[in-house]
C-alpha cells in the first residue's frame, strides 16, 4: 500500500500564497512516474490541478496556469504545489496523488484544505 500525507493548506486573502507539500509512503513504492495535484471545491468534482511527470515535464489546468507551480523531490517522495495570486476560485480541498508502478496510483488521502477570502 502507499500511503499519501498533504499539508500545508490554510486561510489566505485573496492574492496571497500558499505551498502545500504532499509526501508518499509505503512498500510498494517502486519508483514514482507521474505525480499530481487535485482539487475539489465544495459541491463540485474533484478536478486535476496539476501533473507533473519523473522527468519533470508539467503540466497545468487553464484556470492556474502562471500561478501555481508543481515541483517533486523524489529523494523524499514528495510533491509540492506552490500557488500564488491565489483567488476565491480556488477555494477548496487539495488532493495529491502518484503514480507508485506504472499504471498504478494511489488510493486518497485527507487532503488538505485551502480556503481564499474575498
Known amino acids: 500500500q502507499v500511503q499519501l500525507v498533504e499539508s500545508g493548506g490554510g486561510l489566505v486573502q485573496a492574492g496571497g500564497s500558499l505551498r502545500l507539500s504532499c509526501a508518499a509512503s509505503g512498500s510498494s513504492i517502486f519508483s514514482i512516474n507521474a505525480m499530481e495535484w487535485n482539487r475539489q471545491a465544495p459541491g463540485k468534482q474533484r478536478e486535476l490541478v496539476a501533473t507533473?511527470?519523473?522527468?519533470?515535464?508539467?503540466n497545468y489546468a487553464d484556470s492556474v496556469k502562471g500561478r501555481f507551480t508543481i515541483s517533486r523531490d523524489d529523494a523524499k517522495n514528495t510533491v509540492y504545489l506552490q500557488m500564488t495570486s491565489l483567488e476565491p476560485e480556488d477555494t477548496g480541498v487539495y488532493y495529491c496523488?502518484?503514480?507508485?508502478?506504472?499504471?498504478?496510483?494511489?488510493?486518497w488521502g485527507q487532503g488538505t484544505e485551502v480556503t481564499v477570502s474575498s
Open positions: 496523488n502518484v503514480e507508485y508502478r506504472p499504471g498504478r496510483y494511489a488510493d
Open positions: 507533473i511527470t519523473r522527468w519533470g515535464r508539467t
